[in-house]
């Protein structure tokens, strides 16, 4: 059974970084692209970015786009995200998420999510 | 980007009721298009990809339907555990986008 597992949330003050874990069991993690989504508090789902089976590749959504980076490395069975330049807006749990299948599918396994709280 | 707008925001119905929530895309997506039910503190779960094929363990009264820009979830006969938020999500190139979500509610 794959799972993925976040890890690395927390309180960050505004303009601190922060980065968060994604770490998958499983032997086919380099296999699938991996990708983030988040939901602030109370609010609806914001898909953030995917980064590819090998890693280079990558897309972004214009609301974190210049001020995250995502990388992962594959023998280790973990995708990095880097938040940067964080604002109250930031303030969200975010989650890891692949597809079931390669190719071009939604997102059949998630993580648990970890919650961020952006506050001075 | 793809604009998603999903309707109504809020559903209040009876445990038995067949609902449908829509979803309209602000441009053409064939068929790439997925469904999400979300639990309160819980990630979100799969119920439809292809906009109409179920995914597997997904019981049978949820039902996907539409292409193009036009698209609908319906519970055929709706549960105790269906009372959820459910969310469309469009996979038609990047940026992937959601919609804004219909919460179901016990009328």
């Known amino acids: 059974q794959v799972q993925l597992v976040e890890s690395g949330g927390g309180v960050v003050q505004p303009g601190r970084p922060l980065r968060l874990s994604c770490t998958a069991s499983g032997s086919d993690f380099s296999y699938y692209a991996i990708h983030w989504v988040r939901q602030a508090p109370g609010k609806g789902l914001e898909w953030i970015t995917v980064i590819s089976y090998d890693g280079k590749t990558q897309f972004w959504a214009d609301s974190v786009k210049g001020r995250f980076s995502v990388s992962r490395d594959n023998s280790k069975n973990i995708v990095h995200l880097q938040l940067s330049s964080l604002t109250g807006e930031d303030t969200a749990v975010y989650f890891c998420?692949?597809?079931?299948?390669?190719?071009?599918?939604?997102?059949?396994?998630w993580g648990q999510g970890t919650l961020v709280t952006v506050s001075s | 980007d793809i604009q998603m707008t999903q309707s109504p925001s809020t559903l209040s119905a009876s445990v038995g009721d067949r609902v449908t929530i829509t979803c309209r895309a602000s441009q053409s997506l064939g068929t790439s298009l997925a469904w999400y039910q979300q639990k309160p503190g819980k990630a979100p779960k799969l119920l439809i990809f292809l906009a109409s094929e179920l995914e597997s363990g997904v019981p049978s009264r949820f039902s996907g339907s539409g292409s193009g820009t036009e698209f609908a979830l319906t519970i055929s006969s709706l549960q105790p555990d269906d009372f959820a938020t459910y969310y469309c999500?469009?996979?038609?190139?990047?940026?992937?986008?959601f919609g804004h979500g219909t919460k179901v509610e016990i009328k």
């Open positions: 998420a692949r597809p079931s299948y390669g190719g071009n599918y939604p997102l059949a396994i």
């Open positions: 999500q469009h996979y038609n190139g990047f940026p992937w986008t």
